[in-house]
């Protein structure tokens, strides 16, 4: 069972920065591929950024790239997993959800785990 827990989300001028933070526990955590996804109002789920566990290869979203960068540091029980999002537009205002799968990113359909998500909005 794998517990994802989100936080860091806020009100931010568009232009500014926030970090977002998610906190992953369970077994064998360590080698879960992690992603981040966010869902505007009224909009489907979409992927952010993903990196993988083994050789920490990243990818994003075509909308983020340049702006947003994904990290994870392991320990021995958990993984922190981070999206420092810099340059913030309105159009970023969404839930934010962190994810884990054990799966090769590419193959994943339907990630297996999410946490409950944190707010971000970027006032204009």
């Known amino acids: 069972q794998v517990q994802l827990v989100e936080s860091g989300g806020g009100l931010v001028q568009a232009g500014g920065s926030l970090r977002l933070s998610c906190a992953a526990s369970?077994?064998?955590?360590?080698?879960?591929?992690m992603g981040w996804f966010r869902q505007a109002p009224r909009k489907e789920r979409e992927f952010v950024a993903a990196?993988?566990?083994?050789?920490?290869?990243?990818?994003?979203a075509d909308s983020v790239k340049g702006r947003f960068t994904i990290s994870r540091d392991n320990t021995k029980n958990t993984v922190m997993v981070y999206l420092q999002m810099n340059s913030l537009k309105p159009e970023d205002t969404a839930v934010y959800y962190c994810?884990?799968?054990?799966?090769?990113?590419?193959?994943?359909?339907?990630?297996?785990?999410w946490g409950q998500g944190t707010q971000v909005t970027v006032s204009s």
């Open positions: 994810a884990a799968d054990t799966r090769p990113i590419a193959t994943i359909n339907q990630w297996g785990s």
């Open positions: 369970g077994r064998a955590i360590g080698t879960y591929n």
């Open positions: 990196i993988s566990w083994a050789v920490l290869r990243t990818s994003y």
